[in-house]
């Protein structure tokens, strides 16, 4: 299951604002500012800050 286009254009990184991307594997969304990785769990992106996990 993967996240529409229309949903990916109006979220944000819930900590900077700035703008996320679909990761490679389509499993998460990618923050560059914040080197943040959301995940995606079941279609549903897990947008908590306590819950990002650091990129390499």
Known sequence: MTISKEL????ACPKCK???????????????ACKLLYEI????PIMLIDEAKPLA
Request: hydrophobic content about 35%.
């Open 41 to 44: 769990r079941e279609g549903i």
């Open 18 to 32: 700035g703008e996320i991307v679909l990761n490679e594997d389509q499993d998460g969304l990618t923050c560059h």
């Open 8 to 11: 990916l254009e109006i979220l």
